[in-house]
C-alpha cells in the first residue's frame, strides 16, 4: 500500500519561506518523478515543481522558478520544497504525487497561508 504524507505547511507572513516535506511508505523511490502541486480556493490543482529521483534533475512552473527549490534526500527518500519570498498567491493546500510505475499517488495535502 503506497502512501505519501506531506508536511511542513503553515502560516507564513509574506516574504517569508517554508520547507515542505513529502515521505513514502510502501514504495522506495527510483526512477520515479515526484511533483508538487497546490490547489487553493476556487482555483484549478496547478503544478509547482518536480524532480526525477534518481537523477536529482528539476523542473518548475514559471511561478515557482527562482523562488522555490525542490530536492530530495535519497537515504531517507523525502523530496523537499523549499519555497521562499512567499506572497499571498502561493496560499494554497500543497500535495505531492508520484507516478510510480506508471500509477500516480497523491498524498492528503498540507495548508499553507501566506498572510499578515
Known amino acids: 500500500h503506497v502512501q505519501l504524507v506531506e508536511s511542513g505547511g503553515g502560516l507564513v507572513q509574506p516574504g517569508g519561506s517554508l520547507r515542505l516535506s513529502c515521505s513514502a511508505s510502501?514504495?522506495?523511490?527510483?526512477?520515479?518523478?515526484i511533483q508538487w502541486f497546490r490547489e487553493a480556493p476556487g482555483k484549478e490543482r496547478q503544478f509547482v515543481a518536480g524532480i526525477t529521483f534518481s537523477s536529482g534533475s528539476t523542473f518548475y512552473s514559471a511561478s515557482a522558478k527562482g523562488r522555490f527549490t525542490i530536492y530530495r534526500d535519497l537515504e531517507r527518500q523525502i523530496v523537499y520544497l523549499h519555497m521562499g519570498s512567499l506572497n499571498v498567491d502561493d496560499t494554497a493546500v500543497y500535495y505531492c504525487?508520484?507516478?510510480?510505475?506508471?500509477?500516480?499517488?497523491w498524498g492528503q495535502g498540507t495548508q499553507v497561508t501566506v498572510s499578515s
Open positions: 504525487t508520484a507516478d510510480v510505475g506508471g500509477q500516480d499517488y
Open positions: 510502501g514504495v522506495t523511490f527510483n526512477h520515479d518523478v
